[in-house]
Every structure is written in structure tokens, then in C-alpha cells.
């Protein structure tokens, strides 16, 4: 049996729009292994959301799988029926999703919520809802009999996110994606809630994709990084890796703009100048370019994401010697 | 909420004030001598002389409107013109008849309504979709008393399906003469609805916590049923609580039309008889019955939806 879990191949996502095609995602590979956690960094923008959503086909109406795969165990999720895929949700594959203000179900109540994600068991409505107040109890909800019969409104914006994050682990999953999960809260909050899900992946030992445009924490809590930039990986490889010898400007440009210890992070981040480029209108050559102040000639032609050593990628014709010096 | 409920009562109370004060100078405003007008020109001196009594006509307007608040608060509404019967045994007597007329017309054109909008709303561009926006669009547009010719014409007197005119006696009897009235009434609640529950099922579907649910694999048929349904018919339950003033419009043509007793007959009769009296006790209850409507149907949208519950 495969220790691969997840497996990205070739994966091209457009949206329809008005003004033509946006292509938010271009030929994106990576895999992710049985436990493991894989964290995907980037500006916003990036594609980051609109590949955690393909990867459960949940994507909005305009979206258009153009080419590649994605295997989950082997099989390819976008070649499943709705209701195989409806199997896989929740139970096999969790997600968090970025904003916790809409994530909950604002007329119905958390306790309700809680057992209605729990359809597929067998168990009676109080273990149910037994089970829900343990989940809740381990994200570290105090007097959770009690916040079971209270309105989504009636909790914090950390709360809320300490609720989605107990709603994905119920099933315990083979793989919980997590989009952003901490970018709308503060730093403590951010600092306890990242301990917490570590603590849970370790008894639970499921992987976790974790999607955040904070590099301080993808390096306190992932063993590999995937980065983005416009809708393409430019680099991924072991998170120590990428830290200490970055092989792409723009991670270097990330780690440069990060506050580095995520205890001490800044509530406006220093940016990178220069805009993500038209998803629509596509620049020729590598797409960093305009935004790159190492770029030269060869950087009109697209580099390809080259393995520079074992589990290390980049996409950059710096890491090409006889190019740079041509 | 219970803060919020005695507010929202005051102010149905208080609309009700200026609006009974509005009416009773608008009567009075009507030029010439009410008791001519009201008795017709061949009425004896003593009978002109007993009305002016009964009706305090002599005395200043502030006063006559003094006189008539106090009435209202003891439950009198002023005596019948021609038949000397109180007011309010009049109106209390035809109000039911129009009441179970409007509530089956809401009932049904409610519920149609709402599992049209749903299942639109659910399946968005389809062919049903589409039929059912062209006939929503066009069961808008018709007016109440056009569809109840309409109907009368086909299903009464045609078909001979219902029977054309009249209440009916037991509670089947009753029902059946109640059937052509409200669907005369419900048709153009029906298309209405359908859209409004559409438009606002399909922005509630494009929520964040649908998708959560849906990521949770619950089925879509419980996403719409109990996660996106009971947010998509709030706006419905406040469009029927201040359309009751439009459905009150719409009895008086459906009781012309199926010659049914009811408030809409009786303000019509009196007008035509000008029997003041009458005509101001009817309207000020229909005006009481759509006032207390909108109280009842924010008051409902606060106790479906917790968010605003709590913060009332
Ligand atoms: N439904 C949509 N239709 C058109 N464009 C979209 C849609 N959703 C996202 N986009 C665009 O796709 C790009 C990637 O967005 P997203 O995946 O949300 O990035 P991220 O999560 O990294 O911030 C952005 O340019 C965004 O504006
Ligand atoms: S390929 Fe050229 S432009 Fe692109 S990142 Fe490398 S140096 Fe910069
Ligand atoms: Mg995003």
C-alpha cells in the first residue's frame, strides 16, 4: 500500500468570467503523504482557496476544470459521481474554511449543527450529541452542554473557528484541509488554536493541508510547503528547506516580508511591491517577472519547476548556471 | 424580546390612533349637513333631530372625536343608521367570513408559492425554472377581481365545479364556497411568493454555511429543506404581513363578485347608503386588522431569525 494520500497531477482550473477565462490555476502537481502536513503559501489571490475547494469540488457555478487530475487513495476525485463524491465529504476529507463568520448556519443552533454533520453514524441523538460536546470540549470550548444550544451569533469570532475546526475532526479524517484558519484572529488566539490542531493531529495522526499567507506559522507547524504565486506552485520542498535556502525570489521576497516569529507578527504586513499579475491576460515568460528584480533575458521564456535536490522544487532560471551566465 | 414585543404594540397602537383621527375628519370633511346626507332629503325633523343626538353632531369637532375615542375604548362603535344595531355586532358579525376568506387564500398561495420559489431556486435555469417564472410573471399581473370573474365565469357556471355565490352552511359547505374566492385572491400571491423565495433562496444557497454543510456531505435535499429554507422565507412571512392591506382590497371585489357577506360587502353597502357610522367602524377595524398584521409579522421574523430575537 502507497503512504500518498493525496496526489495533485497537471491540475488547470479556470472561472468564466466577462472579461474571458481567469486562470487561477496552471498546471499544479504536489502530493501529500498519509500524516503528513503540507502548508500552501502565498499572497492572496493566489489560487490558494480555489484549490483547496477543487480538491472537494466545492468550486463556485463558473468554474471549469480544464485539465489533470486529483487522486485521493488512488482514485480521481473529479472523475467521481456527485454521490461518491458526497461519501468522501466529511468523513474522509474535512475542510475549515477561511472566514468563521460564515461558516456556521446562522438560524440553527451549534448543537443542531453538530449532530446533523454526524448523519452517517449510528448512534443515538444524545451520544451524538455526547460526541459534540467532547469535540468541543477538545478545541478548548469551555461549558460546552451549554454552548450547544446557542446560536453561531452568540459566540467570538475565535469560538466560532474552534467550532469549525471540532466540526472537521469529528469524523477523524484521513486528510483536514484548512483554509486560513487563523487569519482572521488575533495572534494569541492564532498561537493557541495552531497548538491545538497539533495536539489533535498527533492523536489523530490525519494529514493536513494548511493554507495560510503567514509563513511563521506553515513553519511552526508544517513538515512540507507548497508556494504559490498566481496560480502556479513556484516552489515547494521540506519546510526547513525552504526557509534556510528559499530557491525562488519570491519565497525569499515572502520570508523577507514575514515578521518571522508568528508571537510577534505585525498586524499590517510589510508587502512585496508590484501586483499579482491579470489572471485573465497572462504575461509571456515567468510570471514573477514584473514583480522580480533579478529577472533577465531568459526570464520571456516560462522556467519549469525543476528538482533541484531530492524534495526540492523551483521554478526559476537563477537555479539554472549556464543560463545566468549565457 | 419582550421589551421589543410591548414597543412594537405601542407603535401598532399609536399608528392605529392618528389613523382612526385621519378617518374621522376625512368623514367630516365631506361637504353639506351629514344628517341630510345620511337620512336623504325626505327625513322628518325628529328623526334629524334623534340622529343629531345620538351622533353628538351639535357639538365641536375635537369633542365629537373626544366622544368617539371613548366609545372605542368601552368597545362602541356607534349605532347602525337605519337599523339601530351596534356597530361592532355588524362588523363582528361579517368579519369571520372575510377573515377565513383571506386566511386560505394566504395558506395556500403561501405554501404554493414558497415550494415553487424552492424548487426553482434549487434547480436554477432549468425548463421548470423557466415555466414557472413565466407563470409566476403572469399570475402577478392578474388582478384579484378579473381571476374571480374569470373563475366564476368557468368553474361556477361552466364547469359547475363550486357553487357560484354565497358562504355555504357546515364546515364542508363552507370550504367549498371558500374555494373560487381564494383562489381568486392567492393567484397573484402565488407568482409573487414564487419569486421572492427564489431571489432570496438563491442568495442564501450562495452562503458561506451552505457550503459548509454541503462539505460535511449533509444532502442537498436537507440543505434546502431546514439549512437554506428557513433563511429564504423570512422575507416572505414580513411581505404577507404588510400585504394584509392589499388582500383586505382585494375581498371587497372577490365578496362583490361571489355576492359573499364580509367586511369588504358591508363598507361598500354602507358607503353606498351613507351610513357613516358603519363605514367608519369598518374601516377602522380593517385598519386595526392590517396594523396588527405587521406587528404580528416582525414580531414572527424576530422569533425565526435568533440573531435579530437576541438583539431585540
Ligand atoms: N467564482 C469566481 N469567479 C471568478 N474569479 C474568481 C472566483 N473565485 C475566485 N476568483 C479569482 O481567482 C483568483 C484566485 O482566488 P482564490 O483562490 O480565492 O485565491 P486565494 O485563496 O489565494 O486568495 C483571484 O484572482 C480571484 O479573484
Ligand atoms: S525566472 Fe527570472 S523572473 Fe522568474 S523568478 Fe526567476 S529570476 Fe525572477
Ligand atoms: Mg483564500
Redesign the pocket.
Known amino acids: 500500500m502507497s503512504d500518498t494520500l493525496l496526489e495533485i497531477d497537471n491540475l488547470s482550473v479556470d472561472?468564466?468570467?466577462e472579461r474571458g477565462d481567469?486562470k487561477?490555476l496552471r498546471d499544479i502537481s504536489f502530493d501529500v503523504k498519509k500524516g503528513e502536513i503540507v502548508g500552501i503559501v502565498?499572497?492572496?489571490?493566489?489560487?490558494?482557496?480555489?484549490?483547496i475547494?477543487s480538491i472537494l469540488r466545492l468550486?463556485?457555478?463558473?468554474?471549469r476544470f480544464r485539465q489533470g487530475e486529483v487522486r485521493f487513495n488512488g482514485d480521481d476525485i473529479l472523475a467521481m459521481t456527485e454521490r461518491q463524491m458526497r461519501d468522501l465529504r466529511g468523513s474522509d476529507i474535512s475542510i475549515v474554511f477561511?472566514d468563521p463568520m460564515q461558516t456556521h448556519n446562522p438560524v440553527l443552533t451549534i448543537g443542531r449543527q453538530l449532530l446533523d454533520i454526524q448523519h452517517r453514524s449510528k448512534a443515538t441523538t444524545a451520544q451524538k450529541l455526547e460526541t459534540a460536546a467532547k469535540m468541543l470540549a477538545a478545541v478548548g470550548i469551555p461549558d460546552p452542554q451549554a454552548r450547544l444550544k446557542q446560536y453561531p451569533h452568540e459566540f467570538s469570532g475565535g469560538m466560532r473557528q474552534r467550532i469549525a475546526i471540532a466540526m472537521a475532526l469529528m469524523s477523524e479524517p484521513d486528510l483536514l484541509i484548512a483554509?486560513?484558519p487563523t487569519t482572521a484572529l488575533d495572534a494569541t488566539l492564532e498561537v493557541q488554536i495552531i497548538e491545538r490542531l497539533k495536539e489533535l493531529q498527533s492523536e489523530m495522526n490525519c494529514a493536513i493541508l494548511f493554507?495560510s499567507?503567514h509563513l511563521g506559522v506553515i513553519a511552526e507547524l508544517c513538515d512540507r510547503v507548497v508556494v504559490?504565486y498566481a496560480?502556479a506552485v513556484v516552489e515547494s520542498g521540506d519546510v526547513r528547506e525552504i526557509f534556510h535556502d528559499p530557491k525562488h525570489p519570491y519565497t525569499r521576497r515572502l520570508i523577507e516580508c514575514d515578521p518571522g516569529h508568528i508571537k510577534t507578527r505585525a498586524r499590517i504586513l510589510p508587502t512585496i511591491p508590484g501586483e499579482?499579475p491579470d489572471?485573465v491576460n497572462l504575461p509571456d515568460g515567468c510570471i514573477f517577472r514584473d514583480r522580480c528584480e533579478q529577472a533577465f533575458d531568459k526570464c520571456q521564456q516560462v522556467p519549469a519547476l525543476d528538482k533541484l535536490k531530492e524534495g526540492h522544487f523551483a521554478a526559476c532560471w537563477l537555479n539554472h548556471p549556464e543560463e545566468t551566465t549565457a | 424580546m419582550f421589551i421589543y414585543t410591548v414597543k412594537r404594540f405601542a407603535l401598532a397602537g399609536l399608528i392605529l390612533i392618528v389613523a382612526v383621527t385621519a378617518m374621522f375628519l376625512m368623514i367630516r370633511a365631506v361637504p353639506g349637513d351629514p344628517v341630510s346626507i345620511m337620512l336623504g332629503p325626505r327625513a322628518t325633523p325628529e328623526l334629524k333631530a334623534s340622529l343629531i343626538e345620538q351622533m353628538a353632531l351639535d357639538q365641536p369637532i375635537w369633542k365629537q372625536l373626544l366622544i368617539y375615542y371613548g366609545g372605542l375604548l368601552r368597545g362602541d362603535l356607534g349605532i347602525d343608521v337605519f337599523s339601530g344595531r351596534s356597530v361592532v355586532d355588524i362588523v363582528f358579525q361579517q368579519l369571520p367570513y372575510t377573515l377565513e376568506m383571506i386566511a386560505l387564500s394566504v395558506v395556500w398561495s403561501a405554501a404554493l408559492g414558497i415550494a415553487l420559489g424552492a424548487y426553482a431556486a434549487a434547480h436554477p435555469n432549468t425548463i421548470i425554472d423557466r415555466v414557472a417564472a413565466a407563470v409566476s410573471v403572469s399570475f402577478v399581473a392578474a388582478p384579484a377581481f378579473v381571476v374571480a370573474l374569470l373563475a366564476l365565469l368557468i368553474f361556477a357556471v361552466q364547469l359547475q365545479w363550486f357553487p357560484a355565490i354565497g358562504v355555504g352552511e357546515g364546515f364542508w359547505g363552507r370550504l367549498n364556497h371558500l374555494v373560487l374566492p381564494s383562489f381568486a385572491i392567492g393567484l397573484s400571491w402565488v407568482g409573487y411568493i414564487a419569486r421572492l423565495v427564489r431571489a432570496s433562496m438563491l442568495e442564501v444557497l450562495g452562503e458561506g454555511h451552505i457550503r459548509t454543510a454541503r462539505a460535511f456531505g449533509i444532502s442537498e435535499r436537507r440543505i434546502i429543506m431546514s439549512y437554506a429554507l428557513r433563511i429564504a422565507i423570512l422575507p416572505v412571512v414580513t411581505v404577507i404581513g404588510v400585504g394584509m392591506g392589499f388582500l383586505l382590497s382585494s375581498a371587497v371585489f372577490t365578496e362583490i363578485v361571489f355576492a359573499r357577506p364580509g367586511i369588504g360587502k358591508l363598507v361598500i353597502d354602507s358607503i353606498t347608503t351613507r351610513n357613516y357610522p358603519v363605514v367608519m367602524g369598518t374601516v377602522l377595524v380593517s385598519t386595526g386588522l392590517f396594523v396588527l398584521s405587521t406587528a404580528i409579522a416582525d414580531l414572527l421574523n424576530a422569533l425565526l431569525d435568533p440573531r435579530a430575537r437576541s438583539t431585540k
Open positions: 472561472y468564466e468570467t481567469l487561477a502565498g499572497e492572496s489571490g493566489c489560487g490558494k482557496s480555489t484549490l475547494s468550486t463556485a457555478p463558473n468554474t477561511q483554509d486560513e493554507i499567507h504559490m496560480g499579482v489572471l
